[in-house]
């Protein structure tokens, strides 16, 4: 089951030593603080999304040990040439509603190629990312058995319970991709039945259900230290 769900920047600034340090385990010469640009991304969360799946909470942690150390690109162009950034830290946060949400730091290398970029994260045009991953499995949240394999449909209400798919068992996560809008307003959803060729992702003929989703979702940028 691959799974795409887009977020939103959080905030950007130089790193501290500490990041610096963390960023270098990346890096075959060592950078140094002007060297980069690091900035804080929402990759997802375990809320409910408008095409009535969620990610399981449980899951979360370990979406964070596959998300450290990939790559950032641009329009989901899977290519040498569109890598702009590298995810060097994650974490899970929960916020005061509840809900728990997979927070990124990543880096830019500060050169000439990236200076657009650099602005247009600055200047707030680049905010939405979305992240592709590959979840195992997908449970009915009114059963718990796998989804499709019950009566239950996601969007119907069961005895005043919305039916949910529960995402949970992290295979791998690929990248995450700077996107242009949107596909629907702040929290818009697409499908898509195929993933690009020779990707190394599960196939047709793989246990897990195959899908992608992405949840288009604007957030705030907040500049950090």
Known sequence: MEIRKEGGLRGA????????????????TPLTAEAVYCFRVRLCDDRPDR???????????????????????????????RQVARIFDT???????????????AYVLRTERNADLIADIEGGIKKEVSVGCAM?????????????????????????????????????????SFVAVPAQR?????????????????????????ASTRLAAAFRVCVTS
């Open 91 to 105: 974490q899970v946060v929960r916020e005061d509603d509840g809900a728990s949400c997979l927070m990124a730091e």
């Open 136 to 176: 195992g499995q997908a449970r009915c949240s009114i059963c718990g058995e796998p989804y499709g394999t019950c009566a239950h449909r996601k969007g119907a209400v069961y005895d005043g319970e919305t039916c949910l798919a529960v995402l949970s068992e992290p295979l791998d996560a690929y990248e995450f």
């Open 186 to 210: 702040a929290a818009g959803v697409t499908k898509a039945g195929k993933a690009p060729k020779a990707s190394g992702r599960p196939t047709l003929s793989s246990p897990a259900i195959r």
């Open 13 to 28: 600034g130089a790193p501290d030593e500490a990041r610096l340090a963390k960023i270098n385990a990346y890096a075959r």
């Open 51 to 81: 095409d009535f799946e969620r990610f399981d909470t449980a899951a979360l942690p370990r979406m964070a040990e596959l998300f450290c150390g990939k790559t950032g690109i641009c329009d989901h162009q899977w290519s040498a040439d």
